[in-house]
C-alpha cells in the first residue's frame, strides 16, 4: 500500500467517524461550532492571508491566469464576508429531523418523511477559499 493510499484511508476513517458524531450534534453544539468558526477567521485573518499571499505566489509562478489568482485571493472584505456566511448558517433553521410529510396506516401506525443527515460529502471546486467555508459551514449545520 502507498503512503498516498494509506494516508487517503486515515482521512476516511476520521471523516465517517465525525460523521457519525455530527448526525446526532445538538442544534446549538452545530449553531456554536458556525459562530466560533467565524471568529476564528477574524482573529486569524492575518495568518490566513500570509498562507494565502504564498498561494497566491505559487500560482503566479505557475503560469496561473489573472482571474484564477484573483478567485484565490483572500482580501479582507472576502474573509468578512466567509465570517458573516458562517453567522447566517448558524442562524438557519436545523434541517436535521424536520417532518416533510407523513401519514397514518389503517393500523394505526405512523409513517413520517424525515431529513436527516446523508454522511460524509465530497466536494470538488477550484480556487476559492470562501467556497470552504460555504460548503462546510452548510454540511455541518445539515449534520454532514
Do not use: F
Not at 485573518?45 to 500560482?59: K, P, S, T, V
Not at 477559499?129 to 455541518?140: E, F, G, I, R, S
Amino acid at each position: 500500500m502507498s503512503e498516498y493510499t494509506s494516508y487517503v484511508e486515515r482521512l476516511l476513517t476520521q471523516a465517517r467517524r465525525a460523521a457519525a458524531a455530527l448526525a446526532v450534534a445538538s442544534t446549538a453544539r452545530k449553531d456554536e461550532a458556525l459562530l466560533k468558526a467565524a471568529e476564528a477567521l477574524r482573529a486569524g485573518r492575518a495568518g490566513l492571508q500570509l498562507a494565502n499571499e504564498r498561494d497566491i505566489h505559487a500560482a503566479e509562478r505557475a503560469g496561473i491566469s489573472k482571474a484564477m489568482i484573483d478567485r484565490l485571493r483572500l482580501t479582507d472584505k472576502r474573509i468578512d464576508e466567509m465570517a458573516e456566511g458562517l453567522r447566517t448558517v448558524a442562524a438557519l433553521r436545523d434541517p436535521v429531523g424536520e417532518v416533510l410529510s407523513g401519514w397514518t396506516r389503517p393500523n394505526g401506525l405512523r409513517i413520517e418523511k424525515v431529513r436527516v443527515p446523508l454522511g460524509v460529502i465530497l466536494m470538488i471546486y477550484e480556487a476559492r477559499p470562501n467556497v470552504t467555508a460555504d460548503a462546510a459551514a452548510l454540511c455541518l449545520k445539515s449534520g454532514n
